[in-house]
């Protein structure tokens, strides 16, 4: 049997990682890897989720099972994080899933479900996972463009003119913030130009939120998905608790199916549970109690706001000293657009050619399509960076 199996294309991220790790140079630069690291390199604990994990083993009583669809509790808690007041809360139909990528892989497998015949709209270019994971399931995908290299903002033009060949009942997945791997996002008169056409074309939106709290603030962060969720009677949002809880390697995501009424919500939330019990029977709980921990609690949450405050601010701060930099050297504004993006990501536009002469000359590792993860600076590798730029002639 195993011998019918065909190589699978190696993980572009997971082989950078790998050639980062086996270069000896001592002052390569890893910009790679989509994980937050302070000035040290270190990807920390949050003082929240320590005090939250030392509740948890002092308190917990039972490792049993919560239910095909996660704790309840850390459903309300996300919906109130993400969603707010936006839509009512008997609409909302929720599931903990693993990790974010498991909240779009419960979302396609509802689309397959509810409309087989639906193409799934993704910018171009979005997160790799959305279109592998559409490809598995052999659903139909197109693109609309978004990312403009020249000026390294949105193609708006060029993104409405895609979304017009929509079809009805098509869906269009959408970033809630911090665009992974551009880091350009809509602004809110352009998020309602989308929106009205997305309700002539009768399409269905869906939103990915995997970085709320790391662009302009917790609520500034969630301003797109609300505004999106209260403009029809069907949406899906998946939403992941690794960035803004720093807690990645415990799986906590969540997807919310937004419905027109009680009714279609309570069907929506039985095939929710139905793909859960299906794909992987009852969800992790961990991370979910975490969140779910830290929420609940008032002292706790503010400490969680404070510290994820600090983190955005520090990704701000190397934005504007990167883009500073780059203005020195360069004496043009060409690289301002990095301090007007946000989260983690920012895509320099620029060739594979030149990112790979980028690592050979100057060790500096980004992923082919030149996403860096902003994050992976410090003040330090801030001057190195920009001269390697500047050097290889971008």
């Known amino acids: 049997m195993l011998e019918n199996l065909s190589a699978q294309p190696a993980d572009k991220i997971l082989a950078l990682m790998a050639t980062f790790k086996a270069d000896p140079r001592s002052d390569k630069v890893d910009l790679g890897v989509g994980v937050y690291k302070d000035a040290t390199g270190n990807t920390p604990v949050m003082r929240a989720v320590k005090e939250a994990e030392r509740r948890i083993l002092n308190d917990q009583k039972s490792k049993a099972y919560v239910g095909l669809a996660g704790d309840p509790d850390f459903s309300a808690v996300m919906k109130d994080l993400v969603l707010g007041d936006s839509v009512a809360q008997e609409r909302v139909a929720a599931v903990a899933t693993p990790g974010g990528t498991g909240a779009i892989r419960q979302a396609l497998e509802l689309i397959r479900i ?12 979005t997160w790799p996972n959305h279109p592998s994971i559409i490809k598995y399931l052999g659903m139909k995908t197109a693109e609309y463009r978004y990312f403009d290299s020249a000026t390294r903002g949105v193609d708006f033009k060029g993104l409405l003119e895609d979304l017009e060949q929509v079809a009805e009942g098509d869906v ?18 352009q998020m309602s130009q989308v929106i009205s056409l997305m309700q002539k074309k009768r399409a269905v939106p869906m939103v990915d939120i995997a970085y709320q709290g790391f662009g302009d603030g917790l609520a500034e962060d969630a301003v797109a998905t609300r505004q999106i969720a209260s403009s029809f009677d069907n949406c899906l949002v998946a939403a992941s608790c690794s960035k803004n809880f720093g807690i990645y390697r415990e799986r906590t995501g969540i997807l919310m199916a937004i419905a027109k009424d009680a009714d279609q919500q309570a069907l929506a939330q039985q095939n929710l549970a139905f793909l859960n019990r299906q ?14 921990t830290i929420l609940q609690d008032p002292e706790l949450r503010a400490d969680w706001e404070a510290e994820l405050e600090e983190t955005r601010n520090s990704m701000l701060a190397l934005r504007q000293q990167l883009a500073d930099e780059l203005r020195r050297l360069s004496n043009s504004d060409r690289f301002d657009f990095l301090a007007d993006h946000r989260g983690m990501f920012s895509r320099l536009g620029t060739s594979p050619e030149m990112v790979e002469k980028l690592r050979a000359d100057h060790g500096i590792y980004m992923v082919g399509d030149s996403r860096m993860n902003i994050a992976g600076l410090n003040a330090k590798t801030v001057p190195v960076l920009a001269k390697a730029i500047i050097d290889a002639g971008i």
Not at 114 to 125: D, G, H, K, Y
Not at 172 to 189: E, Q, R, W
Not at 279 to 292: I, K
């Open 114 to 125: 509810a409309a087989p015949q639906a193409t799934v709209w993704l910018s171009n270019p």
């Open 172 to 189: 269009v997945l959408l970033h809630g913030c911090c665009h992974n791997p551009t880091g350009a996002n809509l602004t809110y008169d």
């Open 279 to 292: 794909n992987y029977s009852f969800p992790p709980d961990h991370g979910a109690r975490v969140v779910t």
